[in-house]
């Protein structure tokens, strides 16, 4: 099967200055009544896009949105389902866990100023809010120069624009092709104690030089640095994914995260990436608090346009 990128919604590099992520829960009260609504937005939300791309041209806004396995099964119970679409399993490691969370409805906004994401999901939830509850809304940022929050460049080895199609577009799935798997998961930072370690303590629990962003040789990094274990080397060959990590914060609160957010034609390749990081006790993980996990489909535009029409 044959990709075609122009079938597909906006799961390619692109992180965005400024990012609305949403999860959200089916109100499971009357299912005719939320089918019809989710299909009223899989109709409206291209054209709301697209009024919005005309209105501010330079905002570069991409969206991307998708379906749980619970909202799956509960909305369109007779149609086929994506191969790879399940309820996440948490991860238990010796020392930390990857929490498994709820979820029915994801949205990924992202563009150039928040004001543009910002009317997007409010026209967004003006169709979506009558039949479900917010599990979960965070706001991110592009922090200085594209780092991390933790001070590190992000995304080094990521694959980039039209290159990473090749990597989140499903193609051995003939009902879905085009569409694409996102892995969402929201992580608390002690910076407190990520500060206190000196600069060359941060570089070997990272694998990377913090100024510069060059890797460490191997024998400078810790054996469990996060650019070690976080790799997916089954039967030897590099298996990659596309991340658009962001950072979020309450600072008056002292809260500072990340929302880790993969996009991927494989979930197998992200969970085997997830067991490796937690159950080999990823450094990261020393000063960071995985608080959610849920894994959605990314439908192409096609399924899109079949849900629209009720086809499902």
């Known amino acids: 099967m044959t990709v ?9 590099k692109d992180a965005g200055e400024s990012v609305i992520f949403a999860t959200l829960l089916l109100n499971h009260q009357n299912q005719s009544e939320e089918k019809n609504a989710v299909a009223e937005f899989a109709d409206l939300s291209n054209s709301i ?9 330079e905002a570069q806004a991409n969206i991307a949105w998708g379906f749980g396995a619970d909202a799956w099964d509960y909305l369109f119970p007779d149609a086929p389902k994506p191969k790879q679409l399940s309820t996440f399993k948490e991860i238990k490691g010796p020392k930390y866990t990857a929490v498994s969370t709820p979820g029915d409805i994801f949205i990924h906004v992202r563009a150039k100023n928040m004001a543009v994401c910002y009317e997007l999901m409010d026209q967004f939830m003006e169709l979506l809010r009558p039949v479900t509850s917010v599990e979960d809304e965070t706001h991110g940022f592009r922090y200085l120069e594209g780092r991390s929050i933790v001070g590190f460049i992000d995304g080094t080895e990521n694959p980039a624009g039209v290159e990473s199609m090749d990597y989140t577009l499903i193609d051995d799935d003939a009902e879905f092709i085009n569409g694409s798997y ?24 990272i694998g ?13 990094k ?4 996060h650019n070690v274990i976080s790799k997916d080397m089954k039967d030897g060959i590099e298996h990659k ?7 979020f914060s309450d600072p ?19 969970n085997r990436m997830l067991e490796n990081m937690f159950t080999k006790s990823d450094r990261i993980l020393d000063f960071s608090t995985a608080i959610s996990g ?4 990314i439908p192409s535009k096609v399924t899109l346009e079949k849900i629209a029409d009720d086809e499902y």
Not at 241 to 247: A, D, E, L, S
């Open 4 to 12: 075609d990128i122009k079938k597909a919604q906006d799961v390619y």
């Open 241 to 247: 994914i596309v991340r658009m990590n962001v950072p």
């Open 252 to 270: 008056a609160k002292d809260i500072t995260g990340t929302y880790f957010i993969a996009y991927t034609k494989d979930f197998s390749i992200t």
């Open 49 to 57: 896009i697209n009024s919005m791309r005309i209105r501010d041209p």
């Open 294 to 297: 849920t894994l959605f489909f």
């Open 182 to 205: 996102a892995f969402a998961q929201k992580y608390i930072h002690n910076m407190d104690a990520w500060k206190n370690l000196s600069t060359d303590d941060q570089e070997k629990s």
């Open 208 to 220: 990377r030089h913090k100024f510069s962003d060059r890797e460490l040789t191997d024998e400078e």
């Open 222 to 225: 810790l054996p469990n640095a």
